[in-house]
């Protein structure tokens, strides 16, 4: 179990976006992300719920340091080692699955890796190409992947889109597993309310675009003890705030 | 089984052609194979061949790295692409044959003319062929390249490399059938050696058994270059794709 949990560590990220344009093929500036601030201490797991196109995956984007033209500030801990789910898996189709891995992972050792493939159930596929996977499993390799490296950061761009239902909710357990096997802090992105209530200690709601953080939900609940009733009463505390800020 | 087919149906209508035209100008497959194993027994048949194989896979090394690294350079640097492609142009629609004197004029009837001016005639379709594959470069990858922090020389060999296998593989071939041809010019035109001047011997003597014997080894060499060679090498590249579902 994770140690100091949730929000007993110290201020590990501290992101504050003044501003993101962009210019569009038509040549037309827009605003994509607006006054867009938060925290999340360490071991924390943000979930940033908002509506398609909102600019969630931009934010992502600037946090990273894959996107340095913005205004604002991002401070994370200088030499922070990041482990990344893309919202397509993003594997290389030429390399197998383990090769994938080890790829981005150079130093994992043995152990480490069988309890991660057999966690994703994914240890039948180790020698697999890409391109001979369903979408399902090939979002538990890049999950598998993001992980391996043992991450300080732990960065999930829409996991569990296009999946059904019943392997949704195996993958979200799945994450749960792996972020509580590590003081790991992670930013979850999604639509879903669902993987908010279940994976989250702290809900970001979003605004349309320009998007900005319209309301903050944290959850005192760990993650392992969230039955249907807990489930229920946070859900009803989501729409009080969302239908407030309206 | 196909291959061997294909194979006997070239020499009967080389032996039909051959009746027909007259053994003066077109000799019968027995009398050019005699040529053949005339010129073997002396050495000379190896000894040329060597040689020019030799002219053939420096000029393409030369070509294949240069070209390469250019063509990857134009591909991901605007600039460099500005710049060299008015060269690229002029050295794409330049005869082989201007190219070949202008070397020997400049720098002598020497091996390194002949090979420079192999390896320039070769070079610009190299160099287009990669720029662009490197166009193509998936984006999404390289993102996953810098936000994994995967050092540079391994995210070339394993995310960069194999992306361009097809490009590579693709300017290879090409290339491969452009030295070749341009070789033999290269050696008619100013070498003491060689198929090419071989040939150019057997032309001014008109002995068209030797001119053929030395055409017909060399497009045998190609051959088995190409299947033993080439051809296994692009079926390892591409060996993901084929087991893909």
């Known amino acids: 179990m994770k140690p100091g949990y949730p929000g007993g560590g110290a201020v590990q990220l501290e992101v504050n976006i003044a501003s993101k344009v962009y210019t569009n093929a038509a040549g037309k500036r827009q605003e994509a992300l607006a006054g867009f601030n938060f925290k999340l201490n360490e071991g924390e797991v943000g979930v940033f719920v908002g509506p398609s196109g909102c600019g969630k995956s931009t934010m992502l984007r600037i946090v990273v340091g894959l996107d340095p033209d913005y205004q604002g500030r991002v401070s994370r801990p200088a030499g922070a080692k990041i482990g990344m789910v893309f919202q397509e898996p993003r594997l290389l189709p030429w390399r197998s699955v383990e090769e994938n891995v080890r790829l981005v992972a150079p130093h994992v050792d043995e152990a480490t890796l069988s309890v991660l493939f057999g966690t994703l159930g994914l240890e039948a596929h180790r020698s697999h190409f890409p391109g001979e996977l369903s979408l399902g499993l090939a979002r538990r390799v890049a999950l598998a992947r993001a992980f391996a490296v043992e991450p300080d950061f732990l960065i999930l761009d829409e996991p569990l889109a296009s999946l059904d239902d019943a392997l949704a909710a195996r993958l979200r357990g799945q994450i749960a597993t792996l972020v509580d096997s590590r003081t790991v802090t992670t930013l979850l992105v999604t639509h879903n309310v669902d993987d908010a209530v279940h994976l989250g200690d702290r809900l970001f709601f979003l605004s349309q675009r320009p998007s900005h953080v319209i309301a903050e939900l944290p959850i005192g609940t760990p993650r392992t003890k969230r039955g249907p009733a807990e489930i229920q009463r946070i859900k009803t505390d989501i729409a009080r705030l969302t239908l407030a800020n309206l | ?245």
Not at chain 2, 14 to 23: E, F, K, R, T, V
Not at chain 2, 53 to 76: D, K, P
Not at chain 2, 104 to 129: C, S
């Open chain 2, 1 to 245: 089984m196909l291959r061997l087919l294909s194979f006997t149906a070239f020499l009967a209508i080389w032996w039909g052609a051959s009746l027909l035209a007259g053994g003066e100008k077109l000799p019968a497959p027995p009398i050019v194979l005699s040529a053949v194993v005339a010129e073997a027994r002396s050495g000379a048949l190896f000894f040329h061949l060597g040689v020019t194989l030799a002219r053939v896979a420096l000029a393409f090394i030369l070509a294949m790295t240069l070209g390469s690294a250019l063509g990857y350079l134009m591909g991901r640097v605007r600039l460099a692409d500005r710049l060299g492609d008015p060269w690229l142009i002029l050295l794409l629609h330049l005869p082989a044959l201007v190219v070949i004197v202008l070397a020997y004029i400049w720098a002598g009837l020497t091996e390194v003319a002949a090979i420079a001016a192999i390896a320039i005639n070769k070079l610009p379709t190299a160099v287009v062929t990669l720029r662009e594959g490197t166009r193509t470069l998936d984006a999404t990858l390289d993102e996953m390249v810098a936000v994994f922090a995967i050092p540079r020389w391994k995210a070339f060999r394993h995310v960069i490399l194999p992306q361009l296998a097809p490009y590579l593989a693709a300017a290879a071939r090409s290339g491969l059938s452009l030295v070749w041809k341009i070789v033999l010019v290269a050696e008619l035109l100013g070498r003491p050696n060689g198929v090419g001047f071989e040939i150019g011997v057997a032309f001014q003597l008109f002995d068209i058994p030797l001119l053929l014997a030395y055409s017909l080894t060399f497009a045998a060499l190609v051959l088995i270059i190409e299947t033993a060679l080439v051809q296994p090498i692009e079926a390892r590249l591409s060996r993901w794709r084929r087991r893909a579902a």
